[in-house]
């Protein structure tokens, strides 16, 4: 469907095929592109139908007093306020199921490339050291236990994969889940104690901010291993910090972090680590995928009919 009529606004950028199809349908407008935002939402913000990206708060929604949906290109969508989005009958879309793959398998690569050092080999080989001698041994996924923060679609995708490396997988929510296979444990402390691994893949929000505290990573001991696929506000970063330097936590690998693009300085420094951009979902074939289903999401709330995926 193109109508050029419907008017909608960006506040960042976004992926390039994503863009080019907002532009073929709907007459486009890109706010971090403008001299001054607030100067242009106070004199075309009525116009503003609907929002392609993320990160709207109230304070945008009152300078869009005719925004209809917020289309956010994600499956996270805890930096759009939602509860002011309801009570104003805004419509919130996600973008889920077309990155679970993508973020299982990276997953499963922070996990090996932390058992195995890999980046660290890698330098090891680079740097010339193995001429001196080889690197020292490390662990290895298979007869490990993981537990699993999170069992939703993505969370799943985890668990198959986890298995295949002949890893038994148990997990922790809001709820046991009765169709699946694995240990529900009731308690976060106590499965990280009973883990060698803990992932994280829960959504993030108040609801769960620092849900990963001092206590479970105590619980998860100087053997332990974490991952985090999700959003760096669900682990005490501080605390997880001083544990991977004085050997209370045995390692981390992180997709994520609580003030991205900034990563403590501490992080840097250690050899326990494996640290990642933010790439859960950074491969060309998911992001297409993601920008298609955004742009879905519009065509079928300017035609009329139910949404793909609606959060809201």
């Not at 095929?17 to 009525?46: F, I, M, Q």
């Not at 929604?61 to 925004?67: Q, S, T």
């Not at 199921?97 to 090891?124: F, H, K």
């Not at 236990?145 to 929510?173: C, D, F, N, P, S």
């Amino acid at each position: 469907m193109t109508d050029k009529s419907i008017e909608i606004l960006q506040t960042g950028k976004l992926l390039a095929s994503c863009e080019a199809a907002l532009a073929e349908r709907y007459t486009v407008h890109k706010l971090h592109e403008e001299a001054d935002p607030k100067a242009w939402l106070a004199a075309n913000g009525s116009r503003i139908r609907a929002h392609a990206g993320s990160g709207v708060q109230a304070d945008l929604m009152d300078a869009l007093p005719n925004l209809e949906i917020i289309a956010s290109f994600g499956v996270g969508y805890d930096n759009i306020d939602t509860r002011t989005a309801k009570a104003r009958n805004i419509r919130v879309t996600n973008t889920p199921n077309v990155l679970n793959d993508a973020v299982a398998e990276l997953t499963i690569g922070l996990m090996i490339a932390l058992a195995r050092r890999i980046p660290q080999a890698d330098q090891y080989v680079r740097q010339g050291k193995w001429l001196s001698g080889s690197m020292p041994l490390f662990s290895e996924l298979t007869g490990k236990t993981v537990g699993i923060l999170g069992l939703g679609r993505i969370g799943k995708e985890i668990a198959a994969r986890a298995q295949a490396m002949k890893m038994r997988v148990v997990y922790h929510g809001r709820k046991r889940q009765p169709s699946e296979p694995h240990v529900f444990y009731d308690n976060l402390t106590d499965m990280a104690r009973d883990s060698d691994w803990l992932v994280i893949i829960a959504p993030g929000g108040k609801g769960t901010e620092r849900i990963v505290s001092r206590d479970v990573l105590t619980a998860l001991g100087p053997k332990g291993m974490i991952v985090n696929v999700a959003r760096g506000t669900l682990i005490d970063e501080p605390a997880m910090l001083d544990l991977l330097q004085n050997g209370g936590l045995g390692g981390a690998a992180l997709d994520v972090f609580e003030d991205e693009p900034e990563v403590p300085s501490g992080f840097l420094a250690l050899d326990n680590v494996v640290l990642s951009p933010h790439q859960g979902s950074a491969t060309v074939q998911t992001r297409d995928a993601m920008g298609a289903l955004l742009v879905a999401n519009l065509e079928a709330h300017f035609a009329g009919e139910p949404l793909i995926s609606a959060v809201v």
